[in-house]
């Protein structure tokens, strides 16, 4: 160390005497944070400033006391600042995709929030039976529901979707081989591939067919003496098209009861509304597949259903039976909240009402001329106000995302947003920053805003921001 940096060294303040600060004294009074903890921090920011001194980031200039105080000070509450905002935050999707993964994929219902509310708020029934006075099991929770909206014989539910793939195999093919068509050998975001899942369980896997074509004779073919299960996978993330065959559920479960070997479908998404009533896709519902016969079934409850982070088994009892009782259950059982959210959803389901109550299926199912209004209220607030930004009105179409019905795009209205200075990745990214932060698309160099993911009671927020960052 030089004489130079010595002498800059000697500028920084005690500990004790950035404590008689009166700022940090204000600190002290105006936030709940403890005096201990408080002193460390400032010790450490201390430290910090000590360390840049030393690294001689200063070389141009002494810093006098007084302007080490102030660095110090600053550093201190720009910590405290950071602390009062939550690294998992609420934020205004305005992509209009409806299960945009990145941003939590499904929104609950209110039934939901306030079902989870009042679990986490208090003690509660999880595993405990009210008319025994004994232990109960926290699957029966749900189990019924389920049975009554798929009229499946027995259900269960994991952590996720890929938990539900990994018990199925575990615990139904360990060491026994299994057969899929090479064409569903998918991959889904996240770096979830069958083959490696199936790997990881210790099932073999059997693939037959080509990517293109898959026949009936390839599964027949493949049926050995040591062939625990026949898999399909649904292929929710693409779709094949030209010179493609695959066999259908029919010959499958047919083909499935001749040879005794119990057939497995993984759905993804999973739907319980049947949105081909509305138009939208072709996407099979659960209650067609448990009717078709496949003897189990794995979904996912935070995409098309609609509900919270969860992997839905559903099928025949004595799989079912056979998975509950596996250790892997255990491992990969889920929490109260989720149980209190999917029960609530489910109660949606049960009643008839999920396409008013469970926002997913609202927001997919919602018309264009719904969200026209949506956009109609936004717009002519923020006309003829001098912000710099314009704003058109114009249809277009939202994907429903999260992986499921790929090739579907549904009609919506879009406000195409720009402004005289920023440029449309500059808009983007001060939207980002807001307090609620808005995430936008940017299409074709053009923000644009989706009204099909935009509520009500956000537009306020949104008016809110654009007035902040007109610059
Ligand atoms: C989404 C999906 C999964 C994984 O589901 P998670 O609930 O995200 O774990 C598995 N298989 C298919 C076919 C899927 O679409």
């Not at 067609?288 to 839905?312: R, W």
């Not at 059982?333 to 009402?353: C, I, N």
Request: hydrophobic share 40%.
């Amino acid at each position: 160390m030089d004489g130079v940096c010595m002498k800059k060294l000697r500028n920084l303040p005690a500990i004790d005497q950035l404590m008689a600060d009166q700022r940090f004294l204000n600190l002290l009074k105006t936030t709940l944070i403890s005096k201990r903890v408080l002193t460390e921090w400032l010790k450490e920011q201390a430290e910090f400033m000590r360390q840049r001194i030393i690294n001689n980031e200063f070389s141009d200039r002494v810093l006098d006391k007084e302007q080490l105080t102030d660095h110090i000070l600053d550093s201190l509450n720009r910590k405290i600042n950071a602390l009062s905002q939550n690294n998992l935050r609420r934020v205004i999707n305005a992509t209009g995709v409806v299960l945009h993964t990145n941003l939590g994929r499904a929104r609950l219902s209110e039934r939901a929030i306030k079902q989870i509310e009042e679990v986490a708020s208090s003690y509660s029934t999880l595993e405990y039976s009210l008319a025994t006075g004994k232990r109960g099991s926290r699957h029966d929770l749900v189990e019924d529901y389920l049975k009554e909206v798929t009229d499946a014989e027995a259900a269960m539910v994991v952590n996720n979707n890929a938990a539900a793939v990994y018990l199925v195999l575990r615990a139904l093919a360990f060491e026994k081989e299994v057969i899929v068509s090479r064409g569903e050998l998918i991959e889904i975001g996240g770096s979830f591939r069958i083959s490696e899942i199936m790997k990881e369980s210790q099932a073999q896997l059997i693939d037959i067919g080509t990517t293109n074509k898959t026949h009936l004779r390839d599964y027949e073919k493949a049926i050995t003496e040591d062939t625990a299960l026949l898999m399909k996978v649904h292929k929710s993330n693409f779709k094949l098209i030209g010179f493609t065959e695959e066999v259908n559920t029919e010959e499958l479960v047919d083909l499935s009861r001749k040879s005794n070997i119990p057939i497995y479908e993984d759905l993804g998404s999973g739907t319980l509304f049947d949105f081909k009533t509305k138009q939208i896709g072709d996407e099979p519902t659960v209650q067609d597949k448990v009717a078709a016969g496949i003897d189990i079934i794995s979904f996912s409850g935070d995409k098309l259903l609609g509900g919270p982070q969860a992997g839905i088994i559903v099928g025949k009892k004595k799989y079912i039976e056979a998975m509950k009782s596996h250790q892997l259950a255990r491992v990969l059982r889920v929490d109260k909240f989720t149980l209190a959210g999917l029960e609530a959803t489910l109660k949606s389901y049960a009643s008839g009402q999920e396409i008013s109550e469970v926002p997913t299926v609202r927001d997919i199912a919602e018309t264009k001329e719904t969200i026209l209004k949506r956009g109609q209220f936004f717009v002519d607030q923020m006309i003829d106000q001098d912000t710099g930004f314009s704003f058109t009105l114009s249809e277009g179409k939202s994907k429903v995302g999260g992986g499921t019905m790929p090739e579907v795009e549904i009609d919506t209205y879009l406000v195409k947003v720009s402004h005289t200075r920023y440029s449309s990745e500059e808009i983007a990214k001060l939207l980002r920053k807001c307090d609620v932060p808005i995430i936008v698309r940017v299409q074709h160099d053009t923000v644009t805003l989706d009204f099909r993911t935009i509520h009500q009671k956000e537009i306020s927020e949104l008016v809110d921001a654009f007035f902040k960052i007109k610059g």
